[in-house]
């Protein structure tokens, strides 16, 4: 079965520069979550769309925007990075939002150098 | 005080034992509940939904309790394989927008040891 697929797995970066995350939720599905997760930490909800318009958002810094495509992709943009962006972004997806379970995707490993 | 609070661990316990995570969640607007397991470094993996009347799968047991607000997760007959981070996850509806939110617990790590 098609699971949520996020690019790239893994993604260096330099202080200051500009990193694109992105998410393709799973078929059908119409709501998308985005999550950092930083060591030993819990995942920490940045925003959320449902049928391509922001849903929800949550600590996200200014420094980041989101949107979802007319495809249900979506991408994550993170501007003037700082090392302590470095983490695990998480992008799920779910049918029905707040009435269905969210499926993950692999993640995205950014460090900050 | 966390949205959702969960045992810290970690859990240490022999293969074969019966474990129980404990969750509490303060929003009285939660909808759903889930627990999901974390392994190192790897996306949250969907374990089981919760509902009121409790559900079973497997050697996998999650209760409910709405009035306490209170959700449990049983493992029983622990294998290598369990250990892991458990994520207690409360969807809750944020009436003023209409939309929904993911609320992760910050998990519970239990070891199966030979």
């Known amino acids: 079965a098609a699971g949520v697929i996020q690019s790239p797995r893994h993604l260096i970066k330099e202080k200051r520069e500009t990193a694109t995350l992105k998410c393709y939720p799973i078929?059908?599905?119409?709501?998308v979550y985005w999550y950092q997760q930083g060591p030993g930490q819990d995942p920490q909800f940045l925003i959320s769309f449902y049928e391509k318009m922001q849903s929800d958002k949550g600590s996200i810094p200014d420094r980041f925007s989101a949107q979802q495509f007319s495809d249900y992709h979506s991408e994550l943009n993170m501007s003037s990075l700082e090392l302590g962006d470095s983490a695990l972004y998480f992008c799920?997806?779910?049918?029905?939002?707040?009435?269905?379970?969210?499926?993950f995707g692999q993640g995205t490993r950014l460090t900050v150098v | 005080r966390k949205e959702v609070e969960q045992d810290p661990g970690p859990f240490n316990v022999p293969e074969g034992a019966t474990v129980a995570f404990n969750c509490t969640y303060s929003?009285?607007?939660?909808?759903?509940f889930f627990w999901y397991r974390q392994d190192c470094r790897k996306e949250p993996k969907l374990l089981m939904s919760v509902y009121s009347s409790g559900n079973e799968d497997g050697r996998f047991t999650a209760q409910l309790n709405r009035a306490s607000q209170y959700i449990s997760l049983l493992i029983r007959d622990s294998k290598l394989s369990d250990s892991a981070t458990y994520l207690c996850v409360v969807m809750v509806r944020n009436s003023g927008a209409g939309s929904y939110q993911l609320t992760f617990g910050k998990g519970t790590k239990l070891s199966v040891i030979p």
């Open positions: 929003n009285s607007a939660s909808q759903s």
């Open positions: 078929p059908r599905h119409d709501t």
């Open positions: 799920a997806s779910s049918l029905a939002q707040g009435l269905a379970e969210a499926f």
